[in-house]
């Protein structure tokens, strides 16, 4: 399996979303749901942590998920940094977004954000221990809840939006449900999905026209 589901890019970056087996493509660092950051600007040894950043040019980076929120986060500049980040929701409890942009040392309002496929709100089914573990960390879930049929579902989506991404730039998001929008989106939640989303970025030099 290896499909690629989205492909865009400006004057100086390039990214995409493809499908493909968990362990085809090496990865930067080993996911474990946490806020920890890289710099990628040097290659290192396998670490623990939910996002990477670099200002290297045609080196790309990337997260992989199945489920979780894929960002990339881009500079309005040339000579900026790009992010690549995995956000779960325990990522997410813990701030991993704002954490790479604090690593990044880049003003939020000069950057881009493209978010890929994920669980969605109309599939997002949480317990009790989910809303427990928000409210302890005093992270505000409650405007991003909603009870359907006795079940409780969470627009995980909306609180990386409003709550860690806040006030950058511009914002593209896919808007494919990762649970219901077809078999090609890979979905641990939906098949125990061994497939991946590898969600890359790259920053190229700028044409000289600037197209």
Known sequence: MNETLSTLGS????WGFETEEKGKSQ?????????SVLCLDEDTDLQDADAGFTRRQNHSIYVFTADCIPILL???SADGPIAAIHSGWRGALQGVVDATITAMAYPRARLHAVIGPCIHSCCFEVQADFVDAFNAAKRPIAPYLERRDGKLYCDL???VLVEELGAVGDVHIDSRCTVCSGAK???????????????????????????
């Open 185 to 211: 989106l890979p979905s641990y939640r939906r098949d125990k999905s061994t497939a991946r989303i590898r969600s890359w970025i790259k920053k190229t030099a700028p044409s000289p026209t600037g197209l």
């Open 157 to 159: 989506l909306r609180f």
């Open 11 to 14: 004057s100086y970056i390039q």
């Open 27 to 35: 990865p930067f660092f080993r996911q474990v749901h946490g806020n």
């Open 74 to 76: 881009y500079p309005d």
